[in-house]
């Protein structure tokens, strides 16, 4: 008895100290949110948007309704309403700036159809942007969708392309009911015997395999030809499971701002800067119950059922976890098709002793010997230092590694591809080395050298340090081009 009562005594010391800790976070959190900017109306204003019921029961045309009723609603309450310190160059929400996306041909933050000329389309391609993105991010595969005879839906997710504040009330679940809208807008499009594919960059991605997936339980749903992921959110890191934690003292308004992560001017046109805890709480429900079903659905033997995965993936990536990538994705494959390919750190680059031993050693620890059910292929240096790019090429099932040119090199100051990076050339008007002189959308982002003072910028360097564009895109665009019917 003596031993049950100390026993029921140090598990109630255990949950009171748990408890105390809790507490003393939250208090932590709240004290630490109040050192952090004011909230500006992009951060308070938060425009209603179709929920997942009702986009259930919308098609595109009710879905673009929608849209332009939340940018209208944006218009009235946030840029009509600025306060004359937030009238400035920098704020993508002022009119005058030359930064508002209003300005500009096409508004990019929008949802898009891109029609192929000529008659009916060969196939139709569903495209969905990452986290806080837009659909601009998804424009180039798009349009090379387009060049071959197919249709292109850029799908703006829900909670996006308008104000940060969206994103303290949206739900995953609302943004797969808006891709499972743009599958039947696509099948629409091109009919029952056309092909369709489904790409995914980053959140996107995560989306673009649970549609798949969900295919293969539910009849109803529009099944795809074939995925192509891009820095695919599969799992994120461990702090995203207690982000809702963070949160709590939100509820009440003194403690207003503790419901965001990051809270920064907003200079891109078509990127929210400002972060809410909400995002990351949704991406880890999302990663959670994608890597769950697919353990499942591997355990019954019927992963075999999906069409042919093409993933694009950094070894090094700040934002989404790369073993996730090659474990919980790529090692739960079968079947036909399947292929994996790997940008590593550029080894020949001047800082070489300076990149960290997690870094350059992140290749070997992502791939698992040969050999592998699916193909897999690894873009980096033919020698070390000769700054010559190669495939390594390794046949799913096979142990030979075939080594081939790609004919592009690293550029001299860049030691690594970064996550943002991967769908972005380097003549994107925004985020490119060499940006299009045809194109401007008010700043160059991927042409910015950080050299100067320190607390000179209104921002983190490291922010604007990190790779906008990918120097491999090309390779990048023409192994997704192997895979579209042919153009006429």
Excluded: C
């Excluded at 218009?75 to 005058?96: D, Q």
């Excluded at 943002?420 to 982002?445: I, M, N, S």
């Amino acid at each position: 008895m003596r031993i049950i009562r100390s026993a029921s005594w140090l598990l109630w010391r255990i949950v009171l100290g748990i408890g105390a800790f809790a507490i003393a976070l939250v208090a932590f959190r709240a004290w630490d949110s109040e050192r952090g900017p004011p909230l500006q109306p992009w951060h308070l204003v938060v425009p209603e948007e179709l929920r997942a019921e009702a986009l259930d029961a919308a098609d595109w045309p009710d879905y673009l309704a929608a849209e332009e009723a939340t940018f209208a609603a944006v218009r009235a309450r946030v840029t009509e309403a600025l306060e004359p310190e937030a009238r400035i160059p920098a704020n993508r929400y002022f009119r005058e700036s030359p930064l508002f996306p209003g300005r500009f041909p096409r508004d990019w933050n929008r949802s898009f159809a891109l029609e192929p000329e000529g008659a009916d389309p060969l196939g139709a391609v569903v495209l969905l942007h990452g986290l806080t993105d837009a659909p601009y991010s998804m424009r180039h595969i798009a349009e090379h969708y387009r060049r071959r005879g197919w249709v292109a839906l850029g799908l703006r997710l829900p909670a996006h392309g308008t104000v940060p504040a969206a994103l303290t009330d949206v739900t995953w679940e609302d943004w797969l009911a808006a891709a499972r809208l743009a599958l039947r807008e696509a099948r629409r499009r091109v009919g029952p015997g056309r092909p369709i594919h489904l790409v995914g960059y980053s959140n996107g991605g995560a989306l673009a395999m649970k549609g798949a997936l969900d295919a293969l339980e539910d009849p109803r749903l529009t099944r795809v030809d074939r995925l192509v992921l891009i820095s695919p959110m599969i799992g994120v890191t461990a702090f995203a499971r207690f982000a809702g934690l963070a949160a709590l003292p939100a509820s009440l308004p003194r403690f207003a701002r503790s419901a965001w992560l990051d809270i920064v001017p907003e200079f891109n046109p078509f990127k929210y800067n400002s972060f809410p805890v909400n995002g990351a709480r949704q991406s880890y429900r999302l990663t959670t119950a994608l890597q769950q079903q697919m353990q499942r659905l591997a355990a019954e033997g019927r992963l075999a059922l999906l069409p042919p995965v093409l993933t694009f993936q950094s070894v090094v990536d700040f934002t989404v976890s790369t073993r996730s990538v090659a474990e919980a994705l790529y090692g739960s494959l079968t079947g036909m098709g399947h292929e994996l390919v790997l940008f590593d750190v550029n080894r020949s680059a001047a800082i070489g002793p300076l990149v960290t031993p997690a870094a350059a050693g992140a290749l070997d620890r992502l791939l698992p010997p040969s050999p592998r059910p699916w193909r897999s292929v690894v873009i980096g240096e033919a020698g070390p230092g000769d700054g010559v790019v190669v495939e390594r090429v390794t046949e799913a099932g096979g142990r030979e590694e075939r080594v081939t040119p790609i004919g592009l090199r690293w550029p001299r100051e860049v030691y690594s591809l970064s996550h943002v990076a991967l769908p972005f050339p380097a003549g994107d008007a925004l985020y490119g080395f060499d940006p299009d002189p045809a194109e401007d959308f008010g700043v160059r982002l991927g042409t910015i050298a950080l050299r100067g003072e320190r607390g000179v910028l209104a921002v983190s360097p490291a922010v604007l340090a990190r790779l906008t564009f990918n120097p491999f895109f090309p390779y990048l665009l023409a192994r997704i081009g192997e895979g579209i019917v042919p153009a006429r």
